[in-house]
């Protein structure tokens, strides 16, 4: 949203997640320092050693909506369901971060340990492979976990290009309302002086998220190559040394956001309600639907030919993210006027409807 007054998005899908799996060719690689979200390739004690990491562990598939084992424990912070902060409701030109020293983040110290890792270069980069940038006024709460890693609470005053879906680890919420569980791998010692890497409280940011399903929450993508946030000036720091990334080091919030919407242009058609003769006609019409309620990230699947709510239907199968990781929902396109419903099938067989557009027909003969 471009107006000054910015509400928080809500999410609110739960869903089945299935295996990760990183699209290696969307980044570039090259020889730098550790990077927080290869977690299988870890500094070592006197910094001698080469790592390379070259492939994403199997990971359990978790059924329905709720986490399974996991390598690592569940994160220590608890979502809430307090209010959000006036920041969310004003312009994010308006919004103060805290004091940020100009360090570059993945700077290697001599001597440091070398891993060849994908690295993110651009805006593009990093949208072609996070599920959604998340504008945060407000980092409320940091905990340390296990296995050297790192939680915080982020509140989100509205997410670009996508929406941060609902999910659930060990009956644990990770994502609802404007809140938002993070976690990120502590980086320093051997690699960094200081583990500068890491979200503070406090702090306002435009973080771009990938659900990670082995760490129970979410990823910053990308977050030893560039961390966008504001200084206690609003100004903006990147701690890049990307050119396409540190041109915006002093700039104002809203000339980021401005470039990062441009990733995702409005959809080039407008959804109609319109007689449906076919499945095909059906399926662009699902597509067209999400596009228009604002989700960028999904494939189609056709069902079946069924009556909804006392109308004929055809029904799809949606799934979300990429390769389907951040689950699935039903949709329902009316086969007398194209209109559209969306939402989770019951133990019954009736579709939970979660939104919809246009007039649902009470019966289509």
Same mark, same amino acid.
């Given at each position: 949203?471009?107006?000054?007054?910015?509400?928080?998005?809500?999410?609110?899908?739960?869903?089945?997640?299935?295996?990760?799996?990183?699209?290696?060719? $969307?980044?570039?690689?090259?020889?730098?320092?550790?990077?927080?979200?290869?977690?299988? =390739?870890?500094?070592?004690?006197?910094?001698?050693?080469?790592?390379?990491?070259?492939?994403?562990?199997?990971?359990?598939?978790?059924?329905?909506?709720?986490?399974?084992?996991?390598?690592? !424990?569940?994160?220590?912070?608890?979502?809430?369901?307090?209010?959000?902060?006036?920041?969310?409701?004003?312009?994010?030109?308006?919004?103060?971060?805290?004091? #940020?020293?100009?360090?570059?983040?993945?700077? $290697?110290?001599?001597?440091? @340990?070398?891993?060849?890792?994908?690295?993110?270069?651009?805006?593009?980069?990093? #949208?072609? +492979? =996070?599920?959604?940038?998340?504008?945060?006024?407000? @980092?409320?709460?940091?905990?340390?976990?296990?296995?050297?890693?790192?939680?915080?609470?982020?509140?989100?005053?509205?997410?670009?290009?996508?929406?941060?879906?609902?999910?659930?680890?060990?009956?644990? !919420?990770?994502?609802?309302?404007?809140? %938002?569980? @993070?976690?990120?791998?502590?980086?320093?010692?051997?690699?960094?002086?200081?583990?500068?890497?890491?979200?503070?409280?406090?702090?306002?940011? *435009?973080?771009?998220?990938?659900?990670?399903?082995?760490?129970?929450? +979410?990823?910053? @993508?990308?977050?030893?190559? %560039?961390?966008?946030?504001?200084?206690?000036?609003?100004?903006?720091?990147?701690?890049?040394?990307?050119?396409?990334?540190?041109?915006?080091?002093?700039?104002?919030?809203?000339?980021?956001?401005?470039?990062?919407?441009? *990733? +995702?242009?409005?959809?080039?058609?407008?959804?109609?309600? $319109?007689?449906?003769?076919?499945?095909?006609?059906?399926?662009n019409q699902v597509n067209i639907s999400y596009l228009n309620s604002g989700f960028r990230?999904?494939?189609?699947?056709?069902?079946?030919?069924? %009556?909804?709510?006392?109308?004929?239907?055809?029904?799809?199968?949606?799934?979300?993210?990429?390769?389907?990781?951040?689950?699935?929902?039903? #949709?329902?396109?009316?086969?007398?006027?194209?209109?559209?419903?969306?939402?989770?099938?019951?133990?019954?067989?009736?579709?939970?409807?979660?939104?919809?557009?246009?007039?649902?027909?009470?019966?289509?003969?």
């Amino acid at each position: 949203m471009k107006n000054d007054k910015i509400l928080c998005a809500i999410g609110g899908i739960d869903e089945e997640l299935i295996e990760r799996a990183a699209p290696k060719e $969307q980044v570039r690689r090259a020889t730098a320092t550790f990077a927080p979200w290869l977690k299988w =390739a870890m500094p070592i004690a006197a910094c001698l050693v080469i790592a390379v990491a070259t492939a994403v562990p199997q990971l359990m598939k978790m059924n329905g909506n709720t986490g399974g084992a996991s390598a690592l !424990t569940s994160p220590n912070l608890t979502l809430d369901s307090a209010n959000e902060s006036a920041a969310c409701y004003i312009s994010p030109d308006e919004w103060r971060g805290l004091p #940020a020293d100009d360090f570059v983040l993945d700077e $290697q110290a001599n001597g440091g @340990v070398a891993v060849d890792r994908l690295v993110f270069q651009t805006l593009g980069d990093i #949208a072609a +492979y =996070a599920d959604a940038w998340a504008v945060v006024p407000k @980092v409320h709460e940091t905990a340390q976990d296990e296995n050297n890693m790192q939680t915080s609470i982020a509140e989100y005053a509205e997410t670009i290009g996508d929406f941060i879906i609902t999910h659930e680890w060990d009956d644990r !919420t990770v994502s609802t309302g404007s809140r %938002v569980l @993070v976690r990120q791998k502590l980086i320093g010692g051997c690699t960094m002086d200081e583990p500068n890497n890491l979200l503070r409280a406090g702090g306002a940011y *435009l973080l771009p998220l990938k659900f990670n399903q082995y760490w129970g929450a +979410y990823e910053v @993508v990308g977050d030893l190559d %560039v961390l966008f946030e504001l200084t206690s000036e609003s100004k903006i720091v990147t701690h890049s040394r990307f050119s396409e990334f540190n041109k915006y080091d002093g700039k104002s919030f809203s000339e980021l956001l401005d470039d990062v919407r441009a *990733l +995702y242009p409005e959809p080039d058609t407008e959804f109609t309600e $319109q007689p449906i003769h076919s499945v095909e006609e059906a399926e662009n019409q699902v597509n067209i639907s999400y596009l228009n309620s604002g989700f960028r990230k999904f494939s189609v699947e056709f069902d079946s030919l069924t %009556v909804v709510r006392g109308a004929d239907a055809y029904l799809f199968k949606v799934s979300f993210g990429e390769n389907g990781i951040n689950g699935s929902e039903y #949709a329902a396109i009316a086969k007398l006027n194209g209109a559209f419903l969306r939402g989770e099938m019951d133990f019954d067989g009736e579709l939970k409807v979660a939104g919809g557009l246009g007039l649902f027909p009470k019966n289509s003969q």
